[in-house]
């Protein structure tokens, strides 16, 4: 059985910083694409930050420069380091991976449950 449990969530003040983890159990790093979404209420999820098939990373536009994303196989954790937090960053937080085919990421089939972020003004 797959889990992924998201941590470290929490609320900060504008300009702070948070660091996500999301722990594995049935699935290999190593073997999966792994990413970081969010979604915020009223709003559709969106990708915040990936690792390609090639362990590229990749952003969305309005966290590159704040959030990094980075991984321990060994530890089967995943984390999401994010700084200089704003407002609009305020959402649920989830890690996803999705299996690597033939050098290619899939489709995201396994979430987590979610972290809430909620940064003040």
């Known amino acids: 059985q797959v889990q992924l449990v998201e941590s470290g969530g929490g609320s900060v003040q504008a300009g702070g910083s948070l660091r996500l983890s999301c722990a594995a159990s049935g699935i290999s790093y190593s073997t999966y694409c792994m990413g970081w979404f969010r979604q915020a209420p009223g709003k559709e999820r969106e990708g915040v930050a990936r690792f390609n098939s090639v362990g590229s990373t990749t952003y969305a536009d309005s966290v590159k420069g704040r959030f990094t994303i980075s991984k321990d196989n060994a530890k089967n954790t995943l984390y999401l380091q994010m700084n200089s937090l704003k407002p609009e960053d305020t959402a649920m937080y989830y890690c996803?991976?999705?299996?690597?085919?033939?050098?290619?990421?899939?489709?995201?089939?396994?979430w987590g449950q979610g972290t809430q972020v909620t940064v003040s003004s």
């Open positions: 996803a991976a999705a299996p690597r085919y033939l050098g290619m990421c899939q489709a995201y089939q396994y």
